[in-house]
């Protein structure tokens, strides 16, 4: 299914859109849990440079290693497969500790130009965690501190580069099968001319189109949803296979570090195991007024322990 999804123009964030692009990235976090970038202000002949490198890696060191496959042979026998996805991949790990000199036959051009892209990108997601964590009512910090763990070590910085090749059966498998991310925030430098992403939305699959004009597509991971109280969403997300293209996805996670404590912003939970003689007398004082700082009140309360219950049920009405 083709659907119009939104679209964030950053360049919009220093002038007098401010308020309304901060209510349309809410809105995307909140019913979509995925969105498009636009005027991010990196450098897009480096991001035009690190794919063209990327697709020159798999096609010198990865391709026919791919069709050799157990799975690609499958495909010849038009043998249906569900447990395994029709991609081929390898993992960077850019923050804490980079491991990009570690993999197999990259080249320097292309670990320096990854690094220079990474490099960018890392302050597109600091951004990113601000504005999310301000449109929550939250210090613009908080996201990123919650990732750091105990030592302040995170948040960590990792790449997922994969390669989707043209498939003569895409049918009888998935590219990438259905599944939400485990971490924080994605953001995906995608193929500009071969489709195959899509999102799960309101009941129907959504087609997510080939990033143009350098484009970043972010989507949100389970930690934000639970960091956010469900507020933002992670979404259920797969990738198809084409038959007349090989379709490239960089998707950059900014993850919590592996020790980070993860819990619902306390600011955002609702209050609990509170006496409800407790809320009624202080219900009889703020009836007319709204009904968020009552909450914030009975938190506050509850975690001091004070409590104003006299054991009598004030008339509610």
């Given at each position: 299914m083709k659907m119009s999804i939104p679209v964030i123009d950053f360049s919009a964030l220093n002038g007098a859109k401010r308020s309304e692009t901060m209510a349309q990235l809410h809105e995307a976090c909140q019913k979509w849990g995925f969105f498009m970038i636009e005027n991010h202000?990196?450098?897009?002949?480096?991001?035009?440079?690190v794919k063209k490198l990327v697709n020159e890696h798999y096609e010198q060191n990865l391709?026919?290693?791919?069709?050799?496959?157990?799975?690609?042979?499958?495909?010849?026998?038009?043998?249906?497969?569900?447990?395994?996805?029709?991609?081929?991949?390898?993992?960077?790990?850019?923050?804490?500790?980079?491991?990009?000199?570690?993999?197999?036959?990259i080249s320097d051009e292309l670990c320096k130009t990854m690094d220079e892209y990474i490099a960018?990108?890392?302050?597109?997601?600091?951004?990113?965690?601000?504005?999310?964590?301000?449109?929550?009512?939250?210090?613009?910090?908080?996201?990123?501190?919650?990732?750091?763990?105990?030592?302040?070590?995170?948040?960590?910085?990792?790449?997922?580069?994969?390669?989707?090749?043209?498939?003569?059966?895409?049918?009888l498998v998935r590219g990438l099968r259905e599944h939400t991310d485990a971490g924080g925030?994605?953001?995906?430098?995608?193929?500009?001319?071969?489709?195959?992403?899509?999102?799960?939305?309101?009941?129907?699959?959504?087609?997510?189109?080939?990033?143009?004009?350098?484009?970043?597509?972010?989507?949100?991971?389970?930690?934000?949803?639970?960091?956010?109280?469900?507020?933002?969403?992670?979404?259920?997300?797969?990738?198809?296979?084409?038959?007349?293209?090989?379709r490239l996805s960089m998707a950059s996670f900014y993850n919590p570090i592996g020790d980070a404590i993860i819990a619902p912003a306390p600011k955002l939970l609702y209050p609990s195991h509170y006496c409800y003689g407790d809320y009624l007398n202080l219900y009889g004082k703020t009836k007319f007024g709204e009904k968020g700082p009552r909450f914030e009140a009975i938190k506050n309360m509850v975690n001091g322990n004070g409590h104003t219950n006299d054991g009598l049920a004030i008339n509610e009405y």
């Amino acid at each position: 299914m083709k659907m119009s999804i939104p679209v964030i123009d950053f360049s919009a964030l220093n002038g007098a859109k401010r308020s309304e692009t901060m209510a349309q990235l809410h809105e995307a976090c909140q019913k979509w849990g995925f969105f498009m970038i636009e005027n991010h202000d990196m450098d897009t002949s480096l991001m035009d440079k690190v794919k063209k490198l990327v697709n020159e890696h798999y096609e010198q060191n990865l391709k026919d290693e791919f069709y050799k496959s157990a799975l690609a042979k499958k495909m010849e026998k038009q043998e249906k497969t569900t447990d395994q996805d029709w991609e081929t991949t390898f993992f960077i790990w850019h923050r804490p500790k980079s491991n990009i000199k570690e993999i197999p036959n990259i080249s320097d051009e292309l670990c320096k130009t990854m690094d220079e892209y990474i490099a960018q990108l890392l302050q597109l997601a600091e951004k990113l965690s601000e504005l999310m964590s301000e449109n929550l009512g939250l210090e613009k910090t908080f996201i990123k501190k919650s990732f750091s763990g105990a030592n302040g070590i995170g948040p960590v910085m990792g790449t997922k580069i994969a390669k989707y090749p043209r498939c003569p059966n895409p049918e009888l498998v998935r590219g990438l099968r259905e599944h939400t991310d485990a971490g924080g925030i994605i953001l995906l430098l995608q193929d500009d001319q071969v489709p195959g992403l899509e999102f799960y939305k309101d009941g129907k699959w959504v087609e997510i189109p080939p990033s143009k004009n350098n484009g970043i597509f972010v989507n949100t991971g389970d930690q934000i949803e639970v960091l956010s109280n469900g507020l933002y969403k992670s979404i259920t997300h797969r990738v198809l296979p084409d038959k007349n293209g090989s379709r490239l996805s960089m998707a950059s996670f900014y993850n919590p570090i592996g020790d980070a404590i993860i819990a619902p912003a306390p600011k955002l939970l609702y209050p609990s195991h509170y006496c409800y003689g407790d809320y009624l007398n202080l219900y009889g004082k703020t009836k007319f007024g709204e009904k968020g700082p009552r909450f914030e009140a009975i938190k506050n309360m509850v975690n001091g322990n004070g409590h104003t219950n006299d054991g009598l049920a004030i008339n509610e009405y």
